[in-house]
């Protein structure tokens, strides 16, 4: 079974620039969520996707940051423009149930796309 | 507003010890635990889910046990490899209220197995 695949793996941009970060979810996992780390912070919930449905968008920091997900498959995070308190580690991942009952692993996190602005 | 803190920030034992890391959270409405590991430049792999009724989960040499109402969760390393080191993440998942669920991480501790 494939895993959460994220690209690209790293991005270095200048601020005021566009960047879209894209997430493949595990075949089948419904829920998908993006997190991200900023240097030094613990990593922290951006938002969840119910299939194509935003279920939940209260930890995006502003309206700079937009996400999709088409079709309820892969999702993209666009910044746009992008700022310097951007930059940190976005992690995408899924799970095939909200409570991980029907796994043993819960979440199942990507490798990350590590965004440095400049 | 939940928290999640992880003691020690950084640990360093020779190879071969036992050792625990502790973790604890200000919210005991969390409806499961997760402990990750994270190696440097890469994602976070799950090593074990603990649910809100249980009382611990064992994998290998890892032991993680949760006790809900005092709010803590510790991880047990048993016979440490330097394979092992890494930085290890405890994530509890509560209701955000928004029909969605959230992991709530701490700062992690970083592991390092010296041979």
């Known amino acids: 079974e494939a895993g959460v695949t994220q690209f690209p793996s790293h991005s270095v941009i200048e601020k005021g620039q566009t960047v879209t970060l894209r997430c493949d979810p595990i075949s089948g996992h419904d829920n998908l969520y993006w997190y991200r780390r900023v240097m030094g912070k613990e990593i922290k919930f951006l938002l969840h996707?119910?299939?194509?449905?935003?279920?939940?968008e209260s930890g995006m920091p502003n309206n700079r940051f937009l996400a999709e997900r088409t079709g309820g498959t892969y999702s993209t995070l666009k910044v746009q423009p992008a700022e310097l308190e951007d930059s940190g580690v976005y992690f995408c991942?899924?799970?095939?149930?909200?409570?991980?009952?029907?796994?043993?692993?819960?979440?199942?996190f990507g490798s990350g796309t590590r965004l440095t602005v400049v | 507003k939940q928290e999640v803190t992880q003691i020690p920030a950084a640990l360093s034992v020779p190879e071969g010890e036992n050792l625990v890391l502790n973790c604890s959270f200000t919210?005991?409405?969390?409806?499961?635990l997760q402990w990750f590991r994270q190696d440097p430049g890469k994602g976070l792999t799950s090593l074990l889910l603990?649910?809100?009724?249980?009382r611990e989960q064992t994998s290998g040499r890892l032991n993680a046990s949760l006790d809900k109402s005092s709010g803590r969760s510790t991880l047990y390393i048993a016979a440490s490899q330097p394979g092992d080191s890494a930085t290890y993440l405890c994530?509890?998942?509560?209701?955000?209220?928004?029909?969605?669920?959230?992991?709530?991480f701490g700062k992690g501790t970083k592991l390092s197995v010296i041979p």
């Open positions: 603990i649910q809100s009724s249980q």
């Open positions: 996707f119910v299939k194509e449905s935003k279920q939940d």
């Open positions: 919210d005991s409405a969390i409806y499961n």
């Open positions: 991942a899924s799970s095939q149930d909200l409570w991980g009952f029907l796994d043993n692993y819960g979440y199942t």
């Open positions: 994530a509890v998942k509560r209701n955000s209220g928004a029909g969605s669920y959230q992991l709530t």
